[in-house]
């Protein structure tokens, strides 16, 4: 990572952390993929049971396969032939591990789902949640977070599963209402009443999408 940006991520995640701690939530900076693994592993001691919704940038830091291959209950939906069991799993997991579509500058956390079980598992359910997000996703507001969820995100990953919406081929929001729309719910995290239960870690490289 180039000296300046690291310079300037490392101010803009302090600024971020200090919202998310406003706002209940706990905030991390790692200044490259390797200490975002040992952060997260940090927070998750042997044992636990850990699931996940789809996060790219879990898999980037090594997490999953640290966990896989560590001594900890980690539970695979896509292994797993009963998704719907998994998915019910989740709601009583120890740890729950995602990215975030999107955050505001104020430690506002922005996503977007179509299944859903990103969102309710965020919004309520296991004891911890933890987001791995790289600083890319950072946004001046609530606005420019959505805006980037629905014109970066959703198109990137409506391509990625081969879905038939308007953003998988013109590359941006066309505000569907396609049967294989992923933007069935918004979910706006602007402040958690439990305090502990969701930790942010802001890596200082470009995860995700
Ligand atoms: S509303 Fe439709 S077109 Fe817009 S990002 Fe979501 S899936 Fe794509």
Redesign the pocket.
Known sequence: MNPNITKRNELLAQKVIKGLESRGMTGYYAADKEAALKQALALIPEGSTVTMGGGMSVHEIGLVKALVEGNYNFIDRDAVEDKRAAMLAAYDADFYLMSANAMTEDGILVN?D?NSNRVSALAQGPRKVIVIAGMNKVCDDVDGAMKR???V???IN?QRFG?N????K?G???????P????CQFLITRFSRHPGRIHVILVNDNLGF
């Open positions: 977007i179509g969820a629905r014109n995100a959703a198109p409506a879905l919406t308007p953003c998988a013109t941006s929001c066309m505000n569907c209402k396609s294989d729309t992923i933007c």
